[in-house]
C-alpha cells in the first residue's frame, strides 16, 4: 500500500505550517513575549525562531505519540499489520517538519549541524520507509515518541539565547528535559527488543527493504546519537546544578 493523497497533503502542509513559524510567526510572537529579543543579534535571534518552530512540533508530535504509547488500542508491538490513521499521518506530520527544518539548517549559517543534517536525513528516509505500508505502527510510533523531549530541549535553547541561564525556569526546565529525554529517547531502547517475535517467525523479513534497512541501520545509529546527547546532558546539568 503506497501513499495516498491524504498522506501526501497531511506532509506538505506540515511543511508549509512549519516553515510559516519559522519565517513570520516566531519573531512576532518573541518580541511579544521578550522585549530582550528586539536587542539579540540576527544569529541568535535566527536560533529562537527555529527553535520555536521545533518547540510547537514537539508538542503536537510528542503529545500525541504519547497518547498512542498510553492508549494504543491496536497500536501493539505484537501486531505487524495495522493501519493506524493517526499513527501515519503523524509520520506525515514529522516528514514536513524534517525537511522544513532540513532547509533551515542549510540555508542559516547559525543553525547548521552536520550531525543534525545526518540525523533529519535518517529521519526522512526512516518515515518515508515507516509510512508507505501500514506495517508495525507500534515501532514506527516508538520512533515518533523521542519528540516529548523537544519542547525542553527547544526551550532551554530560547532561555539560553535570551540570557536566562542563572534563571530558576532554566534550571527547572533542564531537570524536566533530562527525565523526558531519558525516558523517550533512551529508556525506549530495550522495547526495540519486543521485535524479536516478528523476526522468528520470519515476517518481519516480509518488509521493504527500506524498512529494514531502517530498523537495522537508522534506528541504531540515532540510538547513538541520543545517548551521545545524552551524555552531554548529563554533564551540562551537572555543572550547573552543582558548580552554580
Not at 508538542?59 to 505484537?78: D, E, N, R
Not at 501486531?79 to 532540513?102: E, Q
Not at 551521545?228 to 552543582?242: D, N
Request: glycine residues 6%.
Amino acid at each position: 500500500m503506497a501513499f495516498q493523497l491524504q498522506h501526501i497533503l497531511t506532509m506538505v502542509s506540515s511543511f508549509v505550517f512549519h516553515l510559516a513559524i519559522f519565517k513570520w510567526l516566531a519573531a512576532p510572537l518573541m518580541k511579544k513575549l521578550s522585549p530582550d529579543f528586539k536587542i539579540l543579534t540576527h544569529s541568535k535571534q535566527v536560533l529562537i525562531t527555529n527553535s520555536v518552530m521545533a518547540l510547537v512540533h514537539g508538542v503536537i508530535v510528542g503529545g500525541t505519540s504519547a497518547y498512542i504509547f498510553m492508549y494504543p488500542g491496536k497500536v501493539l508491538p505484537s501486531v505487524f499489520w495495522y493501519d493506524s490513521s493517526l499513527v501515519r499521518h503523524l509520520i506525515c506530520i514529522y516528514l514536513g517538519y524534517t525537511v522544513a527544518d532540513t532547509l533551515a539548517l542549510t540555508t542559516h549559517s547559525p543553525l547548521f549541524d552536520r550531525m543534525m543534517v545526518v540525523h533529519h536525513f535518517l529521519g526522512v528516509f526512516g518515515g518515508l520507509a515507516g509510512c508507505v505500508d501500514p506495517i508495525l505502527p507500534y515501532f514506527n510510533n516508538l520512533v515518533l515518541l523521542v519528540e516529548v523531549s523537544n519542547p525542553f530541549v527547544n526551550m532551554r535553547t530560547i532561555l539560553h539565547a535570551l540570557g536566562q541561564k542563572s534563571s530558576r525556569l532554566y534550571k527547572l526546565n533542564g531537570v524536566v528535559m533530562l527525565v523526558a529525554f531519558f525516558a523517550c529517547r533512551i529508556a525506549t531502547i530495550p522495547l526495540w527488543f519486543q521485535l524479536s517475535p516478528h523476526m522468528a517467525t520470519g515476517q518481519l523479513y516480509t518488509a521493504r527493504l527500506s524498512l529494514l534497512i531502517t530498523i537495522f541501520f537508522c534506528v541504531p545509529v540515532a540510538s547513538a546519537f541520543n545517548i551521545y546527547w545524552f551524555g552531554k546532558m548529563c554533564k551540562g546539568a551537572y555543572r550547573v546544578l552543582y558548580r552554580g
